[in-house]
Nanobody, 121 residues
Framework: QLQASGGGLVQPGGSLRVSCAAS????????IGWFRQAPGKEREGVSYISSSDGALYYADSVKGRFTISRDNAKNTVYLQMNSLKPEDTAVYYC????????????????WGQGTQVTVSS
């Protein structure tokens, strides 16, 4: 089971960190991705950690502003979001993949519930 948390309301230019905690399995053995879905839009990949070598990948829209990280001791993956923009407003989901990982939703077989992030003044 994956549990996302940490969402909230933040002003443009602000920062927020969302967390994804796992229970029942070890995140280190999976590729972990963060996705988001804005109202009326398809779910899109934001970032992921590869299962093969722990390499980090980002969508162009968040590169340089978001940072994904993993704490193996806490079995938790984080997404640090800086310089937030109104267009970052969405429900953020974490997911685990038994394969290498990607920014595509169909590569993930375990999903957590989402956490709402709203960027507004």
């Amino acid at each position: 089971q994956l549990q996302a948390s940490g969402g909230g309301l933040v002003q443009p230019g602000g920062s927020l960190r969302v967390s994804c905690a796992a229970s029942g399995f070890t995140l280190e053995h999976y590729a972990i991705g963060w996705f988001r879905q804005a109202p009326g839009k398809e779910r899109e990949g934001v970032s992921y950690i590869s299962s093969s070598d722990g390499a980090l990948y980002y969508a162009d829209s968040v590169k340089g502003r978001f940072t994904i990280s993993r704490d193996n001791a806490k079995n938790t993956v984080y997404l640090q979001m800086n310089s937030l923009k109104p267009e970052d407003t969405a429900v953020y989901y974490c997911a685990a993949s038994s394969w290498l990982g990607s920014l595509n939703t169909w590569d993930y077989n375990y999903w957590g519930q989402g956490t709402q992030v709203t960027v507004s003044s």
